[in-house]
Nanobody
Framework: QLQASGGGSVQAGESLRLSCVAS????????VGWYRQAPGKQRELVAA??????????VYADFVNGRFTISRDYAKNTVYLQLDRLTPEDTAVYSC????????????????WGRGTLVTVSS
């Protein structure tokens, strides 16, 4: 139901755009979250976006600090994660998740995960 792509190897300060292609039912109604997992670390939420096309509420982790932008294109059944001003600390496997809801600014993940895409940032 979910397929992530767009990862690669870049230098610090550069940008990447990740794509998560979802099945139509996921794209239309479900919130979607982007997570990442660095070597030896736990998986953590990066950003999430609501399924409601009217509000398109978003949630960001504190470490994003305005560098990343999540968006969705309903026509293409795709959720994007624009990564700008990357640092070596952003090196990780990035995955997308079909969520259950976003409540009070908190993203509640679901059990459906897409295969991740590797982002490597060198200094």
């Amino acid at each position: 139901q979910l397929q992530a792509s767009g990862g690669g190897s870049v230098q610090a300060g550069e940008s990447l755009r990740l794509s998560c292609v979802a099945s139509p039912e996921v794209s239309r109604i479900a919130p979607v979250g982007w997570y990442r997992q660095a070597p030896g670390k736990q998986r953590e939420l990066v950003a999430a976006i609501a399924g409601d096309s009217r509000t398109r509420r978003t949630v960001y982790a504190d470490f994003v600090n305005g560098r990343f932008t999540i968006s969705r294109d309903y026509a293409k059944n795709t959720v994007y994660l624009q990564l700008d001003r990357l640092t070596p600390e952003d090196t990780a496997v990035y995955s997308c998740n079909r969520g259950r809801t976003i409540q009070s600014g908190t993203y509640v993940p679901g059990v459906t995960w897409g295969r991740g895409t590797l982002v490597t940032v060198s200094s």
